[in-house]
């Protein structure tokens, strides 16, 4: 990994070279709300601050000299690697029998733009999901293959980032193209791939002096200092598995609303349904022939008709939802793919309208 | 193959269902192909005659006579599906569920005594045996298609029953509710309209009724940390599935 600096007003001279050969997405304000979507340079909330509360989220601008002064918004990068909503095959059952079609669309491959270490870190497990599981996601392996990954690391974490009790941030350290750490005068820049090292080639690249480095490292400290937010974990999976029945999940249940919103916005959850897309006119009653499409998305352990089999769910109530929801996410997962489900983000605690905070959960389930 | 027959009735509502229905516009025809439209009267004169192997209900039992009425269509039914709030939940007209329909019939009508109602305005399912209920106000059309295709081809319906923040989340819209204080619905209600009022930012009335398991307590609890009365909370779930979520309310608390 080399590190190396440019001024600050040559970022934009990155995103014009990106742009030839990538689909740019990143975080843009939207609705006074920092979303990711296809954005540019100007995009760049630069200089807002986000305020993240449990249930509560607020965005206001002209707040900071930095560029990237902003944390984190609602969507992870998920969004585009694991779509909402996406067709798998189209299908036709005739009297000759059934024929599936997969449809594949060439596509402009995506570089992520801003992504922060927990997001990085979620998108290690979603590769365990994803490709290192006994069935290969063929959609997610070529999105992800052929996107490039511009990351950032943080200055100001949010009022519920706590990936340092994880691990999994503020720091990045690997699974990057580039990385970007923003000092007073400059940016200073990692690459950590032979693509990351490209975007390079040809730019007025500077030499880091000691002094900037202990300005990257002093910024770092002070990021991790500023974590407001813990989360033990020496006792997982143990103390969940060991209080099924504690009074607490109860009381969860009657906050929780199991809207789901949670599993939506945090960039692990991984679940997903499928279903059978059908228009009329796809139906002939004369030839007897069926025609649609498979389509994939996004489900939650929160909705009832999910995980249901013959018979009904095995989670019937709020409270075995929640349970499961959390018992997932910080304790089979560590059985299942070897580190906890979760990456401290803080999202599901800022997107939960009634403010549910999983590292509260869990310091009550210990007591 | 014989195409199955369909009827649609109307009860106590504003048409707006079967409106949706003709709004399938070139999808209609679609449907004229697959099914013999043997009773609707927005679209033609056939008059009621026979049995029918789905018969598609509007509105809310609100007179006596429909009681009579909504009994002899089930007799001629082999399924029975309601559409909307009205039919499924009761309707705006069921706000008289929690008052006097007296008080009501004069402060509306000028001569109320030729107003020959009942005092309630009810769902269809609380009088017939329902197989099927579509939510909304009015109903989605691509929800409506879904569910005749279901009958056709003899599967289960694939109409979510999560709440609408899973669709509004999929569409990847910001939330209101959390980073605007507003007293959005959408937790409590059922998916199913395309997050039709976030997407404009606005908050969600619930048109589309109380989604399964709804813990209103909780959400309502919340508005009010946010700022609002308990009276402007229960304002808030007396619309047209009122009937619906008070009842969902009570039931969870
Ligand atoms: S959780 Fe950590 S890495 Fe993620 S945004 Fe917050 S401080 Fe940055
Ligand atoms: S924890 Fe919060 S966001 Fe998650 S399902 Fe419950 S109420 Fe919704
Ligand atoms: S569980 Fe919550 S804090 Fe953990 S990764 Fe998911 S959204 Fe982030
Ligand atoms: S805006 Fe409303 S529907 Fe959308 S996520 Fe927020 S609460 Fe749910
Ligand atoms: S957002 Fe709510 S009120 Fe608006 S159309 Fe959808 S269900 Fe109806």
Known sequence: MTITKIKKDHLRLIFDRLKDSYKLVGPRVENDVIVLTEMDFHDIPAGYKDLHGKGVYRLS?????????????????????????REIFAFKKSKKGISANVSSKEEKPTAFIGMRACDISALKLYDKVFLEGPVRDTGYDSLKRNSLIIAVNCLYPNGNCFCDSLGTGPEVRDGFDLAITEIQ??????????????????????????????????RTEDCKKTIKRHIKVNDLPWVIY??????????????CLACGNCTQVCPTCFCNSSYDRLELSGISKKSREISGNKVRAWDSCFSKNFARVHGGNFRPSRRARYRHWMTHKLAYWIEQFGSPGCVGCGRCITWCPVGIDITEELEAIRK | MKRPRIGVFKFTSCDGCQLSIMNLEEKFLDLLELFDIAYFRETTDRPLTGHFDISIVEG?????WQ????VDIRERSRYLITIGACATAGGLQALRNWGSITDYKNYIYPSPVIINVLSTSTPISEHVYVDYELWGCPINEKAFSETLISFLIGKKPGIPIYSLCMECKRMGLPC??????????????????????????????????????????????QFQNMGLTQK?????????NTYAYRKAKIERS
Request: charged share 25%.
């Open chain 1, 242 to 255: 060991r209080n099924p029945e504690h009074p607490r999940w109860t009381d969860v249940a009657s906050r």
């Open chain 1, 185 to 218: 005068d400059s940016f200073l820049l990692e690459t950590g791939s032979s693509k990351g090292s490209e975007i390079l080639n040809g730019l007025t690249i500077e030499e880091v002096s000691d002094k900037e480095m202990d300005e990257k490292n002093s």
């Open chain 2, 67 to 70: 009681k009579n009425d909504i």
């Open chain 1, 61 to 85: 601008g002209n707040k900071d000299s930095n560029t990237f002064s902003f944390s984190l918004g609602p969507d992870s990068f998920k969004r585009f690697l694991s779509p909402p909503v």
């Open chain 2, 60 to 64: 809310s039992i609100s007179t006596a």
């Open chain 2, 232 to 240: 402007e909370c229960i304002l808030l779930l007396d619309k047209m």
């Open chain 2, 176 to 221: 209101i509710l959390v980073s605007k204080s507003e007293p959005c619905l959408g937790p409590v209600t059922r998916a199913g309209c395309g997050a039709l009022c976030p997407y404009f930012q606005k908050p969600c009335y619930g048109c589309f009724g109380p989604k399964e398991d709804a813990n209103i307590e909780s959400l309502l609890k």
